[in-house]
């Protein structure tokens, strides 16, 4: 029994040698998990409920938390890129529901989970940028307003950027419009802003000393950009819209002009489809009768009916655009539009996009422009 004992003393003593080396081995790989997996909420491993009901349940918890109020998130579906999978859904505040914002899809985000082997991930979105580009909105129409009148409608798409490690710009969603513009002004040469503005006027332009006022409108708006820091990534339109597209009848109109026999016309060495002149009179005129019997309140409230996403080419611009003016900066244009920056440094004319004088404006007619005055 004796000799038994001391054989087994030994063996024991090693045994619990080798269980203290796997529980700290263990340990070990539990800590480099949660550190490297913290936002992984390990608990959904075990909650009730499907999958997809637990994602959205995460999804509406950690937007509410970042943004401070109710989201409703919808179509969501498992995904995968690079080999990693995760889970997408489409994104919007409930605050929308019942209004103009409601449906229009630039209001619109995607929030993002990676489905991981140890439970969900933490939650991506890209409300933040939304959020941002309805701050710069807010910003600036006051101002607006002020030089333009109040028949304006603005659309704002914008980027924030910042240098990494390698030195090079890398976007980012999340800070507000106050928090890059601290940044900007702190480390200019670290952080940018890219920045698109959209100004949709309905007031069309009838003489040549209107065209001049609205010139100088122009210009001055850009020297308010300067000074608030953000005209150095700038693209900008100033589109001028005919305001009979305000007119009640204005969809009848446009349903009917798709039914012509459209013409090819040359102007200015382009090619472009019209609807017959005839028509085009027709329309012009009676339309501008009902425009005439409409109150400034009322045309102005038919204008704010317009949608966010209807603001663009395809939207409301075609055929409606009787003047247009492209407003861009130096740099943006090195940046998005590099051929053309090569052929205006070239042709010694790149000092007209600092817009140091009024001249440097041009406001150009629009050729599809369908109305006849």
Do not use: C
Request: glycine residues 4%; aromatic residues 12%.
């Amino acid at each position: 029994m004796s000799n038994n004992s001391q054989t087994d003393q030994p063996n024991n003593k090693i045994s619990r040698i080798i269980k203290s080396i796997l529980i700290a081995i263990f340990a070990i790989i539990v800590v480099a998990l949660i550190q490297n997996f913290s936002d992984i909420d390990f608990i959904e491993m075990f909650r009730p409920g499907t999958k997809i009901e637990r994602v959205r349940e995460k999804m509406k918890k950690e937007l509410k938390e970042e943004y401070g109020e109710e989201f409703v998130v919808y179509n969501i579906g498992l995904r995968s890129a690079t080999g990693d999978k995760f889970y997408q859904a489409r994104i919007y505040p409930k605050s929308i529901e019942g209004t103009l914002k409601e449906n229009d899809r630039y209001y619109y985000g995607k929030a993002t989970i990676d489905k991981g082997m140890f439970g969900l991930g933490g939650v991506a979105d890209t409300y933040g940028e939304i959020k941002r580009s309805i701050e710069i909105e807010k910003d600036l129409l006051e101002k607006l307003k002020k030089i333009f009148g109040e028949r304006i409608l603005l659309k704002v798409d914008q980027m924030y950027e910042k240098k990494n490690k390698n030195d090079s710009y890398v976007s980012y969603l999340n800070p507000t419009y106050e928090e890059v513009m601290q940044r900007i002004k702190e480390e200019p040469d670290r952080h940018r802003l890219l920045l698109e503005l959209y100004l949709y006027i309905f007031d069309r332009i009838d003489s040549k000393q209107e065209k001049e006022k609205r010139r100088k409108d122009i210009f001055k708006f850009v020297q308010y950009l300067k000074e608030e820091g953000l005209f150095r990534y700038l693209e900008m339109g100033v589109i001028f819209i005919d305001e009979r597209i305000l007119a009640p009848s204005y969809e009848e109109y446009k349903d009917k002009m798709y039914d012509r026999e459209w013409i090819t016309k040359e102007i200015d060495g382009e090619t472009i489809e019209l609807p017959p002149k005839n028509f085009r009179r027709k329309m012009s005129q009676e339309l501008q009768q009902e425009i005439d019997r409409m109150s400034q309140k009322r045309l102005i409230e038919t204008m704010q009916g317009i949608r966010k996403s209807e603001l663009a080419y395809e939207g409301i611009s075609r055929y409606n655009t009787q003047y247009i003016e492209w407003i861009y900066s130096i740099k943006m244009l090195k940046e998005n539009y590099n051929t053309s920056y090569e052929e205006y440094e070239e042709q010694g004319i790149l000092d007209n996009y600092q817009y140091i004088n009024k001249n440097d404006i041009e406001i150009v007619r629009d050729l599809e422009y369908i109305y006849i005055n």
